[in-house]
């Protein structure tokens, strides 16, 4: 699996009753206006903080968590990263070597984390690393060993499992430490993390032959389905659905393409149904002419059912830009704004950020 596509569903991952803490680390060469090295920190779909080589601090990124940590957590934070840097900026060099390269844009990735599930108290953890956007070696968990699916990271493996100290402590963060460090931050932020903000639907459409999109966004979780009916039945045939995207304010966006005859268009048939999670009714919109807004004259909203709000008012797609992989993990949770500093303290008690003698992201890796 291509890291590029695992990075953006991993972020994007959280849905209704599971949450996430992860981590994301990135070592590149060759990218002279690109830092060599950069983290990021992630609750459920919600960027935490932020590290790179140019920097050399750890920055917080979640206003709810100001008002629950104190100045020690960061500076923690910012000692942990900066372990981290040389050792993964050597991993890269080691891995350029055993690969036959000398020159061009390379990258080494960790992603890792895990997943509490709060109905029932099931939880996970998984540590990936990538080489140059493909997979190279990720952590069986269960059988408390290393999996490596290319040649070049069997060196790694065997060193790695070898090592029983590593195992063991891998074991404990990821059953213990990770898992009560992700119980506390959904408290910290539930405001936020657990809110629910319902969809604004718009019925689009390039030209009369273009497919019909309905287009959702706005809405918060990102657990969603959107999909079309037609005579009450979901329709699978000449659909078309599109991912789920980050909007500048936290909340999200999807859309699904359904290409229908004209005169389809004003038959009564079919309808576009938008589900939250969160939310018991559905939010429907009716596939009617009047309401489809177009590139050929017509731009009115349409309505996104009995108590949905108003459509969101633009003229036309809103459309999600294509990303560098070099440049995903640092700014794909990074362009969220939050509500003032001081509505976000409100209600939180400081957090002893020493109960275990370490940060959440306190995992460190050996080299490759």
Same mark, same amino acid.
């Given at each position: 699996?291509?890291?590029?596509?695992?990075?953006?569903?991993?972020?994007?991952?959280?849905?209704?009753?599971?949450?996430?803490?992860?981590?994301?680390?990135?070592?590149?060469?060759?990218?002279?206006?690109?830092?060599?090295?950069?983290?990021?920190?992630?609750?459920? =779909?919600?960027?935490?903080?932020?590290?790179?080589?140019?920097?050399?601090? *750890?920055?917080?990124?979640?206003?709810?968590?100001?008002?629950?940590? =104190?100045?020690?957590?960061?500076?923690?934070?910012?000692?942990?990263?900066?372990?981290?840097?040389? /050792?993964?900026?050597?991993?890269?060099?080691?891995?350029? /070597? #055993?690969?036959?390269?000398?020159? $061009?844009?390379?990258?080494? @990735?960790?992603?890792? $984390?895990?997943?509490?599930?709060?109905?029932?108290?099931?939880?996970?953890?998984? =540590?990936?690393?990538?080489?140059?956007?493909?997979?190279?070696?990720?952590?069986?968990?269960?059988?408390?060993?290393?999996?490596?699916?290319?040649? @070049? *990271?069997?060196?790694?493996?065997?060193?790695?499992?070898?090592?029983?100290?590593?195992?063991?402590?891998?074991?404990?963060?990821?059953?213990?430490?990770?898992?009560?460090?992700?119980?506390?931050?959904?408290?910290?932020?539930?405001?936020?993390?657990?809110?629910?903000?319902?969809?604004?639907?718009?019925?689009?459409?390039?030209?009369? %032959?273009?497919?019909?999109?309905?287009?959702?966004?706005?809405?918060?979780? #990102?657990?969603?389905?959107?999909?079309?009916?037609?005579?009450?039945?979901?329709?699978?045939?000449?659909?078309?659905?599109?991912?789920?995207?980050?909007?500048?304010?936290?909340?999200?966006?999807?859309?699904?393409?359904?290409?229908?005859?004209?005169?389809?268009?004003?038959?009564?048939?079919?309808?576009?149904?938008? @589900?939250?999670?969160?939310?018991?009714?559905?939010?429907?919109?009716?596939?009617?002419?009047?309401?489809?807004?177009?590139?050929?004259?017509?731009?009115?909203?349409?309505?996104?059912?009995? =108590? $949905?709000?108003?459509?969101?008012?633009?003229?036309?797609?809103?459309?999600?830009?294509?990303?560098?992989?070099?440049?995903?993990?640092?700014?794909?949770?990074?362009?969220?704004?939050?509500?003032?500093?001081?509505? *976000?303290?409100?209600?939180?008690?400081?957090?002893?950020? %020493?109960?275990?003698?370490?940060?959440?992201?306190?995992?460190?890796?050996?080299?490759?």
């Amino acid at each position: 699996m291509k890291w590029i596509v695992l990075l953006l569903l991993e972020i994007c991952g959280a849905y209704a009753g599971t949450h996430k803490l992860q981590y994301f680390y990135t070592a590149t060469s060759g990218t002279p206006n690109f830092p060599e090295f950069v983290t990021v920190g992630v609750v459920n =779909d919600q960027q935490i903080d932020y590290y790179d080589s140019n920097i050399k601090r *750890a920055v917080q990124k979640a206003q709810w968590i100001s008002g629950a940590v =104190d100045a020690d957590y960061w500076n923690t934070n910012t000692q942990i990263y900066a372990g981290n840097e040389p /050792s993964f900026k050597a991993s890269l060099g080691i891995l350029k /070597s #055993r690969f036959n390269q000398t020159e $061009g844009v390379h990258t080494y @990735q960790r992603m890792y $984390g895990c997943e509490w599930d709060e109905e029932t108290g099931a939880t996970d953890g998984y =540590d990936q690393f990538g080489y140059d956007g493909e997979d190279f070696i990720s952590l069986d968990l269960k059988n408390l060993r290393y999996i490596a699916p290319v040649q @070049q *990271a069997f060196i790694t493996k065997h060193k790695w499992d070898q090592n029983r100290a590593l195992l063991e402590n891998q074991k404990h963060y990821y059953t213990q430490i990770c898992i009560d460090w992700l119980k506390k931050y959904v408290d910290y932020g539930k405001s936020t993390l657990k809110r629910t903000v319902p969809p604004s639907v718009s019925l689009l459409q390039k030209s009369p %032959s273009s497919p019909v999109t309905c287009h959702a966004t706005g809405f918060y979780p #990102r657990s969603n389905m959107v999909f079309w009916r037609r005579d009450g039945e979901q329709v699978y045939e000449d659909v078309e659905h599109g991912e789920v995207l980050h909007n500048e304010d936290g909340t999200f966006q999807n859309s699904v393409h359904l290409t229908v005859k004209p005169e389809d268009l004003d038959s009564g048939r079919y309808e576009c149904v938008v @589900q939250l999670s969160g939310v018991q009714e559905d939010f429907v919109t009716k596939l009617e002419r009047s309401v489809v807004k177009t590139n050929h004259g017509n731009t009115r909203r349409t309505n996104p059912g009995a =108590d $949905g709000p108003e459509g969101s008012g633009s003229s036309g797609f809103i459309i999600g830009a294509v990303v560098g992989v070099l440049l995903l993990v640092a700014i794909v949770c990074g362009v969220v704004i939050w509500k003032k500093k001081k509505d *976000a303290k409100k209600g939180f008690a400081q957090a002893n950020t %020493s109960d275990d003698g370490s940060n959440s992201s306190n995992n460190t890796p050996p080299k490759a």
